[in-house]
């Protein structure tokens, strides 16, 4: 059973038949005649706090201490008079939850009102109970976004090491919840570099997964997009980029994973310079010549996991030394400032193409340039730059 306090100058001021009533409500009854021991009950609205009106009257201080805190810890609180009428209203009488008793032998609104307080502590417990477990599946939820956010970072490189003519650098900036950026450069064969960027749609722990997904589907290791092996030396052929792109658009439809993705997909020979390229629905990299000469590079086609987006279409460019090609997710061009104007890629390329700077200062030049366009206004996705510079043999 639940406390109810009376707090009165005698126990015998609740008749038997009115303490049986609050017996059968579920409460047990403690008496005591001092308003400052009442404070024992305040343990939630499971709790009862009864105080008689002259006790009030006399002890106003200390009574109205306990109305107060009675309301604070959601308590339910009733005042009644021992003489049968009505209590007085007085100071912290309107603050009291639900009124007073107006007949103190009326066990008819005794019922009532006690009915009402089991009431509104069942529902009180239930909402307390009900937040308890939002707060856990909240930590827990929480505790699953850092698992994943650690899992999705640990699949970026490193340290990207210089490869046969190509130097790398590469910048990423992850946004507050968990994203779907990745990217990677990985040598597939003597002669040849593969290096991709992809951004899953939306954020948390699905996306996180669809992107452990894909990254599996193109290691070297454990997926087959890459290479498929053949009966005669050298015993393996490198996919296309558009094959792998077909291939993504197989592995991955919408109604299967609830997601879609963008990716750009390149073949590099790390001798000759030649790049061969696929974009799915990515932002198009930026070709920055040894001249100052811009191109952005859209060949490809629709994005990955949605219906008619094939065929996939390939371009070749050639690198000559000196010429520099950056891949990069939407969360650059698309960020925006307090006054929602978004970076864009003209500015992305203005960052990218300045004289005088290396590949990595370069790299680095774009996040600080994002963060005083947005004056330190926090990412809305995540950032992913990928930049590399054919310097020859």
Same mark, same amino acid.
């Given at each position: 059973?639940?406390?109810? +306090?009376?707090?009165?100058?005698?126990?015998? #001021?609740?008749?038997?038949?009115?303490?049986?009533?609050?017996?059968?409500?579920?409460?047990?009854?403690?008496?005591?005649?001092?308003?400052?021991?009442?404070?024992?009950?305040?343990? $939630?609205?499971?709790?009862?706090?009864?105080?008689?009106?002259?006790?009030?009257?006399?002890? !106003?201080?200390?009574?109205?201490?306990?109305?107060?805190?009675?309301?604070?810890?959601?308590?339910?609180?009733?005042?009644?008079?021992?003489?049968?009428?009505?209590?007085?209203?007085?100071? $912290?009488?309107?603050?009291?939850?639900?009124?007073?008793?107006?007949?103190?032998?009326?066990?008819?609104?005794?019922?009532?009102?006690?009915?009402?307080?089991?009431?509104?502590?069942? *529902?009180?417990?239930?909402?307390?109970?009900?937040? *308890?477990?939002?707060?856990?599946?909240?930590?827990?939820?929480?505790?699953?976004?850092?698992?994943?956010?650690?899992?999705?970072?640990?699949?970026?490189?490193?340290?990207?090491? #210089?490869?046969?003519?190509?130097? !790398?650098?590469?910048? !990423?900036?992850?946004?507050?919840?968990?994203?779907?950026?990745?990217?990677?450069?990985?040598?597939?064969?003597?002669?040849?570099?593969?290096?991709?960027?992809?951004?899953?749609?939306?954020?948390?722990?699905?996306?996180?997964?669809?992107?452990?997904?894909?990254?599996?589907?193109?290691?070297?290791?454990?997926?087959?997009?890459?290479?498929?092996?053949?009966?005669?030396?050298?015993?393996?052929?490198?996919?296309?980029?558009?094959?792998?792109?077909?291939?993504?658009?197989?592995?991955?439809?919408?109604?299967?994973?609830?997601?879609?993705?963008?990716?750009?997909?390149?073949?590099?020979?790390?001798?000759?310079?030649?790049?061969?390229?696929?974009?799915?629905?990515?932002?198009?990299?930026?070709?920055?010549?040894?001249?100052?000469?811009?191109?952005?590079?859209?060949?490809?086609?629709?994005? +990955?996991?949605?219906?008619?987006?094939?065929?996939?279409?390939?371009?070749? +460019?050639?690198?000559?030394?000196?010429?520099?090609?950056?891949?990069?997710? #939407?969360?650059?061009?698309?960020?925006?400032?307090?006054?929602?104007?978004?970076?864009?890629?003209?500015?992305?390329?203005?960052?990218?193409?300045?004289?005088?700077?290396?590949?990595?200062?370069?790299?680095?030049?774009?996040?600080?340039?994002?963060?005083? !366009?947005?004056?330190?206004?926090?990412?809305?996705? #995540?950032?992913?730059?990928?930049?590399?510079?054919?310097?020859? *043999?």
């Amino acid at each position: 059973m639940n406390d109810a +306090i009376l707090v009165s100058y005698r126990e015998e #001021d609740l008749s038997e038949s009115v303490r049986q009533v609050i017996h059968e409500a579920g409460y047990a009854l403690h008496w005591t005649d001092d308003p400052t021991a009442g404070h024992v009950a305040l343990r $939630g609205p499971e709790s009862l706090v009864i105080i008689e009106a002259g006790l009030q009257r006399d002890h !106003f201080g200390p009574c109205d201490h306990l109305i107060e805190s009675s309301r604070s810890h959601h308590v339910p609180c009733l005042v009644f008079s021992a003489g049968g009428a009505g209590p007085e209203s007085g100071p $912290g009488s309107g603050e009291i939850s639900h009124g007073f008793i107006h007949t103190a032998g009326n066990l008819e609104e005794w019922r009532e009102k006690l009915s009402l307080y089991r009431q509104i502590s069942y *529902q009180a417990q239930e909402l307390k109970s009900m937040q *308890q477990r939002l707060l856990a599946r909240s930590e827990a939820e929480e505790e699953d976004l850092r698992s994943a956010a650690l899992i999705q970072q640990s699949l970026l490189p490193k340290k990207i090491p #210089d490869v046969g003519g190509f130097h !790398f650098a590469w910048q !990423f900036a992850p946004f507050e919840k968990v994203g779907g950026d990745l990217f990677n450069v990985l040598q597939v064969d003597e002669e040849t570099v593969m290096a991709f960027l992809l951004d899953v749609s939306g954020h948390g722990i699905s996306s996180a997964m669809v992107t452990v997904s894909v990254n599996q589907s193109l290691s070297l290791h454990t997926g087959q997009l890459v290479k498929s092996i053949i009966s005669e030396p050298p015993y393996y052929r490198l996919l296309s980029p558009a094959e792998v792109m077909l291939e993504l658009t197989n592995e991955y439809p919408f109604d299967r994973f609830d997601k879609f993705f963008t990716i750009v997909y390149l073949l590099i020979n790390i001798r000759t310079g030649e790049v061969r390229y696929s974009c799915a629905g990515h932002p198009p990299p930026l070709l920055q010549r040894r001249d100052g000469q811009v191109e952005w590079l859209a060949t490809g086609g629709g994005l +990955i996991g949605l219906d008619g987006t094939g065929p996939y279409e390939e371009g070749r +460019i050639t690198l000559q030394v000196g010429d520099r090609l950056f891949l990069y997710s #939407d969360g650059l061009p698309d960020y925006c400032d307090f006054n929602s104007n978004h970076f864009g890629t003209e500015r992305l390329m203005e960052a990218l193409t300045r004289d005088g700077k290396s590949l990595q200062q370069s790299c680095g030049s774009v996040l600080d340039e994002l963060r005083t !366009f947005g004056d330190n206004r926090s990412l809305q996705d #995540d950032v992913s730059l990928l930049g590399m510079e054919f310097v020859g *043999q």
